[in-house]
Nanobody, 125 residues
């Protein structure tokens, strides 16, 4: 129901744009967010866009470098990642949370079945 794309390998300082396309999602008043899982670590919140006001929230490690946007007509959210660092390496997922991104930066658990399959981002130093 969520399909991520746009990952790949990039050198430190470079940029990538991730896309998450939602299809067949009928959750009431849900928000969409991006989460990252680095090797050997748990999932951390990168960004979540509140459906209540359209404002994105960001994790402290990406604040000022990543920008989350949404195209509601296409049921798609994007994550523009700039000035990438080696620590940004990991598998990136999009997932649904409640209307106010209440769980963020923790991974949401309200809709456990609504996670994308994940996409690899590798940043080489």
């Amino acid at each position: 129901q969520f399909v991520e794309s746009g990952g790949g390998q990039v050198q430190a300082g470079g940029s990538l744009r991730l896309t998450c396309k939602a299809s067949g999602v009928t959750l009431p008043n849900h928000s969409l967010g991006w989460y990252r899982q680095a090797p050997g670590l748990g999932r951390e919140g990168i960004s979540c866009m509140r459906s209540s006001d359209g404002e994105p929230r960001y994790g402290t490690s990406v604040q000022g470098r990543f920008i989350m946007t949404k195209d509601a007509a296409k049921d798609t959210v994007y994550l523009q990642m700039n000035n990438l660092k080696a620590d940004d390496t990991g598998v990136y997922y999009c997932a649904a949370d409640d209307y106010s991104c209440t769980a963020f930066p923790a991974p949401p658990s309200l809709f456990p079945g609504y996670w994308g399959q994940g996409i690899q981002v590798t940043v080489s130093s």
